[in-house]
Every structure is written in C-alpha cells, then in structure tokens.
T-cell receptor
Framework: AQSVTQLGSHVSVSEGALVLLRCNYS??????LFWYVQYPNQGLQLLLK??????LVKGINGFEAEFKKSETSFHLTKPSAHMSDAAEYFC?????????????FGKGTLLTVNP | SAVISQKPSRDICQRGTSLTIQCQVD?????MFWYRQQPGQSLTLIAT?????????ESGFVIDKFPISRPNLTFSTLTVSNMSPEDSSIYLC??????????FGEGSWLTVV
C-alpha cells in the first residue's frame, strides 16, 4: 500500500522568498505523484504530476517538483513566493500501471506568504 | 482537460435526512471516484464509481451509508444517507482523463445541523 508524508503542516515564507514544500512517499511499485493546491473555500487544482517521464516536472504558476527515487521524495518548489500562493497544498500518490488511479493524500501543508 | 461540475455546491441539511450529490464530467473519463474532506483534514477516498455496476468501497465506507451510481461514462451520484453532524464535510468527485491526469470538481460543501 502507498502512503504520503508531508513534512510541516504549516510553512510561512516572505513574499519573494523560495517556497519549499516537502513530500515523501512510500510505494511498493513505481508511483505516480501529484501536487494539488486548494485555495480557501475552493476545490482542488492540479499543480503538476509525475508519471515516470522526466524527473523534474514543471507545473502551473511557476511551481516545479523533482522526483528523487533514492530519497523517495517529491518536493515542491517555487523560486519566488507571491501573495497569491497562499493556500493549502496536498501531495498525493497513485499506484502506476493498469487503471488504478486511486489517490492517497498527505495531510496537507498550509502555506502563508508574508508581505 | 476535463471539467468536472458538482451540484449542489453547498447545502445545509437536517440530521436524519439524505442528500444526493451529482457529478458531471464534460468529456469521457475512464475512472470516477468520490472523496471526502472533513473539516481541517486531508482527502479520503470513499469509493470508485463503476459504470453500470456497484461501486467499490474503501475500508470504513459502506454502500448503505454512501450509495453511488454511475449510469454512464460522464455522470455519477453520491448519496449521503441518514446524515449526522459527523457527515459535515466537503465531498469531491474526481475523474481520470488523458495523460494519467486526475481532475477534481469544486466540491460539495455539506453542513449537517
């Protein structure tokens, strides 16, 4: 069974600073990995995904994540935080292969951006 | 990309009643799922909605409480039965589109009083 651990339930950065949200996964088979963002009172929006192609994945809004198999990590980064990035971020893992796209989510990381 | 619409977007319900949430996808998806997000929590998978057959439920969720239908490739319903305040949550529909992308609806925000 797969699992996801997001280190840090709350991350606070200054506007213009680097954003780093950590995600480690556990999976017995090659995983598909996703980052979603949830703005206040809204649903989930896909930021980016890794599905066994390039290990460095670029997503929307300037975010990117790197899949590191040796570290079982898929950390999310953005070089310069913007006030509009304040939201809850969820890392999720899905078992690859076949038609199994059930997602297991981490507990989420709340990102606050200070002016 | 697939667009997933859910109705209702929000509702306040009396305990003991049932509510059906509808999920409509604008293009065919292979898989459809229902998730629950309790207040301040992450998302938990309730079940996989199977076209034309009974849904596949995850541990801790049962058909009597959360009956699900999926009559065709683009539509599914989730009913929350005999609601209690503990059922106050966001219920999200998701679908798997091309390129192994998993999309979510905006969610249905239920408050049980």
């Amino acid at each position: 069974a797969q699992s996801v651990t997001q280190l840090g339930s709350h991350v606070s950065v200054s506007e213009g600073a680097l954003v780093l949200l950590r995600c480690n996964y556990s999976s017995s088979v090659p995983p598909y990995l996703f980052w979603y963002v949830q703005y206040p009172n809204q649903g989930l929006q896909l930021l980016l995904k890794y599905t066994s192609a390039a290990t460095l994945v670029k997503g929307i809004n300037g975010f990117e994540a790197e899949f590191k198999k040796s570290e079982t990590s898929f950390h999310l980064t953005k070089p310069s935080a913007h006030m509009s990035d304040a939201a809850e971020y969820f890392c999720a893992v899905s078992v690859s292969g076949g038609s199994n796209y059930k997602l297991t989510f981490g507990k989420g990381t709340l990102l606050t951006v200070n002016p | 990309s697939a667009v997933i619409s859910q109705k209702p977007s929000r509702d306040i319900c009396q305990r003991g009643t049932s509510l059906t949430i509808q999920c409509q996808v604008d293009s065919q998806v292979t898989m459809m799922f229902w998730y629950r997000q309790q207040p301040g929590q992450s998302l938990t998978l309730i079940a996989t909605a199977n076209q034309g057959s009974e849904a596949t439920y995850e541990s801790g969720f049962v058909i009597d409480k959360f009956p699900i239908s999926r009559p065709n490739l683009t539509f599914s319903t989730l009913t929350v039965s005999n609601m209690s305040p503990e059922d106050s949550s966001i219920y999200l529909c998701s679908g798997t589109g091309s390129g192994n992308t998993i999309y979510f609806g905006e969610g249905s925000w239920l408050t049980v009083v």
